[in-house]
């Protein structure tokens, strides 16, 4: 069992253990602490950089496939069942040749590809077309592993970590924090509640170096 479902289980038991503890004891149920979520750990731009010229030479469509899922992760910031849900016709470039748009999935603002990630997207869209672009061949629209079964077959070499669509959304969300982007903008692009979310990721966002500091404070001349 995956640990979402070993916590879900947990649980439950504890509310029966509560219900039981009430009805036989008239024990009344415990304060419930509850932890910050704890995100995904981002790739370090080394890593990044070693998963992508990994995956570029994998053979045939295992690399198709993994760097689908590397550009929709890390250049689009898309959950795993985005991932898989996203198809060659679902990417278009804005008009005038400007950067490649996801209109696929439901967001309040534009949904614009990271430009180191871009190029890349717009060749794996076109070879694609309107079929799927991360595993194309399957016979189901989506399964609860067809996204995180990938990197568990194929594993880069030591010291690389595994590929992860978690980790390559949160690469995306901190390097977008790391920009600093307005935080109400990333949130919406993600598809989160509210910017309230990113506060478990800032530990992640490298703090600014003094002469950036004192600039973005400054402001721009009137």
């Not at 069942?81 to 490649?100: H, K, N, Q």
């Not at 982007?181 to 003094?210: E, F, M, N, T």
């Amino acid at each position: 069992m995956g640990a979402s479902t070993i916590r879900t289980y947990r649980t439950w038991l504890l509310r029966v253990r509560d219900a039981l503890a009430f009805a036989e004891r008239g024990e009344p149920a415990p304060a419930r602490l509850h932890a910050p979520p704890n995100p995904h750990q981002p790739y370090s731009p080394a890593e990044l950089a070693g998963l992508r010229h990994w995956a570029a030479h994998l053979p045939r469509q295992q690399r198709a496939d993994g760097l689908a899922l590397m550009g929709l992760g890390a250049g689009f910031g898309l959950t795993p069942r985005e991932v898989a849900a996203s198809t060659g016709g679902d990417l278009r470039r804005s008009p005038d040749s400007g950067p490649l748009l996801h209109t696929g999935v439901c967001r309040p603002v534009p949904l614009a590809a990271r430009a180191a990630w871009d190029p890349l997207l717009g060749e794996l869209a076109g070879t694609a077309g309107r079929g799927y672009l991360f595993r194309p061949r399957r016979t189901v629209e989506f399964a609860k592993n067809l996204v995180n079964s990938w990197p568990l077959v194929h594993r880069p070499p030591d010291p690389l970590p595994a590929l992860s669509a978690g980790r390559l959304r949160a690469t995306w969300i901190v390097e977008l924090m790391a920009a600093r982007i307005d935080h109400d903008l990333i949130a919406k692009a993600a598809g989160l509640a509210s910017a309230a979310s990113l506060a478990r990721y800032q530990h992640h966002v490298p703090p600014l170096d003094d002469a950036t500091a004192i600039r973005l404070l400054h402001g721009p001349a009137r």
